[in-house]
């Protein structure tokens, strides 16, 4: 009875022991950070001639750079000349590396960008759904390039697998941009993590694999573009590897 009572009191603190997994992190957080880049546009006659517009992930053979259509076609002024680029290092030491094809998918607001060097690459995950509750973590440069390339790295959860559509405060901003994104509306999935601006385009992985399963399309923003810096909301939206899988499969691009 003894040794029973022992048994029973065994496998209920096994059960009452944390998930060990998140001890992996830091471990997958070394392998992640060498395929992040920092991806923007290089304009000579511009006030500020190197610009961040967000955050990108190598792929595929190491010649390819995941990221937001958003970000790769970020505004510019008509009359600037400029050209995209990749920017790749640590501090303000990094090096610029040219763009040199551009593949688009605006309707999941993802784009691949080819380089002209070759850089360590991230996993990709399966296109299974990943489980509510799982922990994950994403890698980018929330500040863009304000204090130079340093990537940070947050951790949170899997809230929900929704649809894509973000829904209008009021019925002034019901636009037919709207309606047209309520009838193409495509699965992805909610966050709860802190993220920023500068985060679109990063990957999301598996904090015990390191497995990348999406990539951050936007932030919840509360009120303002400069609240979301100030005063985060906490939810982020992220694309399904899937359409990453989708846009490679169209233009022949190797995934290994």
């Known amino acids: 009875m003894f040794f029973k009572v022992l048994s029973v009191l065994a496998v209920s603190l096994l059960l009452m022991r944390p ?3 998140a001890a992996d992190l830091p471990e997958q957080v070394k392998k992640i950070k060498p395929a992040i880049v920092g991806v923007g546009r290089v304009a000579p006659l511009a006030t500020v001639s190197h610009q961040l517009t967000g955050t990108g992930f190598v792929i595929g053979d190491g010649q390819y750079v995941v990221t937001n259509d958003h970000v790769a076609n970020a505004k510019v002024p008509k009359d600037l000349k400029y050209r995209r680029a990749i920017f790749y290092g640590q501090g303000r030491r990094g090096k ?7 593949y ?12 002209a060097e070759k850089l ?6 399966a296109t299974t759904q990943i489980d509510d509750g799982k922990t994950v973590a994403t890698t980018g440069y929330p500040m863009g390039g304000i204090l ?10 899997i809230a929900a697998f929704t649809p894509s559509i973000t829904a209008a405060k009021n ?3 019901i636009s037919e941009r709207f309606l047209q994104g309520l009838r193409n509306r495509f699965m992805v999935y909610q966050l709860d993590i802190v993220a ?9 992985y598996l904090a015990e694999t390191g497995e990348v399963f999406a990539v951050i399309n936007k932030v919840f923003v509360k009120q303002t573009k400069e609240s979301a810096i100030s005063n985060p909301s906490g939810i982020t939206y992220a694309i399904p590897v ?15």
């Open 120 to 125: 360590p690459a991230v996993t990709l995950a």
């Open 196 to 204: 920023y601006p500068g985060n679109s385009g990063s990957p999301v």
């Open 96 to 102: 610029i590396i040219e763009v040199l094809e551009v």
């Open 104 to 115: 688009e998918d605006p309707e999941h607001d993802l784009a691949i960008l080819k380089i």
């Open 242 to 256: 899937e359409h990453v899988y989708a846009l490679a499969k169209k233009h022949n691009i190797p995934l290994g």
């Open 171 to 173: 019925s002034q901003q």
């Open 19 to 21: 998930p060990v997994f």
């Open 148 to 157: 130079g390339l340093y990537a940070a790295t947050h951790q949170g959860i």
